[in-house]
């Protein structure tokens, strides 16, 4: 074992967005930092989630849009996808994002130390021979993919990092979870021409959005030829040479080319030292306050390890509150409640706030308002059906926006103002939202819920 080096003040153990946010907060406001990563810098996020997944839902857009040209008048078709050549261009954009991520952390007079990172003691790390001694410790070390009992990842059964991987284009496949990743992936699949089928346990799609959202996003996927299976559960998988056959609950048997399992994520800590050096864990991840402190002083958690919402930007939020609060900055808590989420699948799922059961559950009465994006000049240029829904508390501000349709994500950060700074409909009416675009829909919603509805059928 090497000597103990010099005191950091901050010592990161993993550098995905949650650990290098937090790093290059802490060094901008000149702090000695470490940053630990046994992989690549940027983590799940840049290498095997956000950004290679929308790369490839970007080449799944382009083909639908050429598949539907004539609609357009534009004599358009789809030959064939070469995969090959789709995987060049998603890892030509995750390759700039990368250099350009490590250009900014040897920028920061960050100390990027390779390797796996093992807790010692509460303001230790081992790495190889290295021990990083750090006033404060920020665990920073992600998540993985999940499987549920007797299924074995492997061969035709994959999670969504082989998926990114995939040679061959699969001419059937079974999506097993209707959460995020699941309905995302199903989305490109499609639009690349396989026959697709959702398997999802509970009643609904995308089980964490209001349900109006649920229903039109089913909706979408039957009319888009993705078959959706809810309520049914996961029973068995038995791939062979050629296909993987999978038994629901029941004994119903579904079987195509590839199943891809997107259960959800589980964090990873375990093996790391964390308990030997008494930090709570909770099923594997590490329980924080509001000021993202652990149950031992110094030592701080941040991203997908937190218990809550598993979001790079929510990562980057807790990495910079983090890296300000050491600095003595006393920023205020990041919370879940005003994060906003967008699902990527085709049609695009943007929300921020309370869903109208939860705003009923918190507000008692409420009052909802769904434009529909048929009154949106923009949406019917674009060829998309979909709405905005607004959920306000009766007389007061509104605490959620939800929104679905082709390219709504982009409408979220207005969204995100509205809830986050409690606007009432009255506040945003007056506001003019230029035209045509889709965000006029969000300022047509606000107009309606105020009482002077302009382009709203009722
Ligand atoms: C398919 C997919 C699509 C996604 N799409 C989106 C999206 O569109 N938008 C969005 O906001 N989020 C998306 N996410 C979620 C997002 O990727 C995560 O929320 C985010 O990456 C979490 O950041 P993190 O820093 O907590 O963890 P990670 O990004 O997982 O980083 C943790 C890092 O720690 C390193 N590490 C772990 N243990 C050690 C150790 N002992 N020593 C050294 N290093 C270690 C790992 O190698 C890793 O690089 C997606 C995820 C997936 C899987």
Redesign the pocket.
């Given at each position: 074992m090497g000597e103990t080096e010099r005191p950091y003040d901050v010592v990161v153990?993993?550098?995905?967005?949650?650990?290098?946010?937090c790093a290059l907060r802490a060094a901008q406001l000149g702090l000695r930092v470490a940053l630990?990563?046994?992989?690549?810098?940027?983590?799940?996020?840049?290498?095997?989630?956000?950004?290679?997944?929308?790369a490839l839902l970007h080449a799944a857009e382009v083909a639908d849009t050429a598949r539907d040209g004539r609609r357009f008048g534009v004599n358009s078709s789809v030959d064939s996808i070469d995969l090959p050549a789709v995987l060049r261009y998603q890892q030509g954009v995750v390759s700039r994002l990368h250099k350009g991520l490590q250009g900014l952390v040897s920028a920061a007079t960050i100390d990027y130390v390779e390797?796996?990172?093992?807790l010692t003691s509460p303001t230790s790390?081992q790495?190889g021979d290295r021990t990083l001694s750090g006033r404060h410790l920020v665990l920073?070390?992600?998540?993985?993919?999940r499987t549920l009992p007797g299924l074995d990842i492997g061969g035709r059964i994959v999670t969504?990092?082989e998926?990114?991987r995939l040679t061959k284009l699969p001419a059937s496949v079974i999506v097993l979870g209707g959460g995020?990743?699941g309905v995302?992936?199903a989305s490109i699949f499609r639009s690349f021409g396989a026959t697709v089928t959702v398997v999802e346990a509970l009643p609904r799609l995308v089980p964490a959005e209001d349900e109006a959202i649920s229903k039109a996003l089913e909706r979408a996927f039957r009319k888009r030829g993705i078959t959706c299976r809810t309520g049914a559960r996961f029973a068995a998988a038995a791939p062979d040479e050629t296909s993987v056959t999978l038994t629901l609950d029941g004994g119903e048997t579904l079987s195509a080319e590839l199943l891809l399992v997107?259960v959800g994520?589980g964090p990873?800590?375990e093996?790391?030292g964390f308990e030997s050096a008494g930090i709570v864990t909770d099923r594997g991840f590490v329980p924080t306050d509001e000021r993202l402190r652990t149950n031992v002083a110094g030592v701080y958690a941040?991203?997908?390890?937190?218990p809550g919402?598993?979001?790079?930007?929510?990562?980057f939020a807790?990495?910079v509150f983090v890296a300000e609060d050491i600095a003595g900055f006393a920023p205020a808590p990041v919370l879940d409640g005003g994060i906003p989420?967008?699902?990527?699948c085709d049609p695009e799922i943007a929300s921020v706030g309370l869903t109208e059961t939860q705003a009923r559950e918190r507000h008692g009465e409420i009052a909802t308002y769904e434009y529909n994006l048929g009154g949106n000049g923009k949406s019917q240029i674009l060829g998309t059906a979909g709405f905005v829904k607004l959920v306000r508390a009766v007389e007061g501000p509104i605490v959620g926006v939800h929104m679905i349709g082709a390219r709504m994500g982009e409408q979220v950060g207005e969204a995100q103002l509205i809830v986050g700074w409690e606007a009432t409909p009255e506040d945003v009416a007056p506001l003019v939202h230029a035209h045509p675009t889709q965000n006029e829909a969000l300022g047509e919603a606000h107009l309606a819920l105020a009482g002077k509805p302009l382009h709203a059928h009722a």
């Open positions: 153990l993993g550098g995905g967005s949650g650990g290098y946010a630990i990563e046994r992989d690549k810098l940027g983590g799940t996020c840049l290498h095997r989630g956000c950004i290679p997944t929308k390797g796996t990172g093992l790390v790495v920073a070390t992600g998540s993985q993919a969504s990092d998926a990114l995020v990743i995302e992936f997107a994520r990873v800590t093996g790391m941040v991203g997908d390890i937190v919402l598993q979001l790079a930007h929510r990562g807790h990495g989420k967008v699902t990527y």
